[in-house]
């Protein structure tokens, strides 16, 4: 397979950044107490998330499968999408 980065290109507003979209997630991080009710917190980790969408940064444009109409939640299908969709000259 090929490193090279695919170009997206909304449909609805042509913005070229795409976002993926978690859902379910269980986010955590460590916490020290201080007395003052001062709480430091450390790195988040995130736990337990699942794919809901890939999404336009700018407008929330969604991708979809067009055969099915159902939101693309995998990589291989987000790239699939981005192939079909945008011109990757
Ligand atoms: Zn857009």
């Avoid at 917190?41 to 999404?55: A, K, R």
């Amino acid at each position: 397979m090929s490193e090279e980065l695919l170009k997206f290109v909304c449909p609805s507003c042509k913005h070229t950044k795409l976002e993926c979209v978690e859902t379910n997630a269980i986010i955590s991080y460590e916490v020290e107490v201080y007395e003052n009710e001062c709480f430091e917190y450390g790195e988040t980790i995130i736990e337990d998330s699942e794919i809901d969408c890939f999404q336009c940064l700018n407008c929330g444009y969604v991708l979809k499968n067009k055969e099915f109409n159902v939101k693309i939640n995998e990589n291989k299908e987000v790239i699939k999408w981005i192939k079909e969709n945008c011109s990757q000259l």
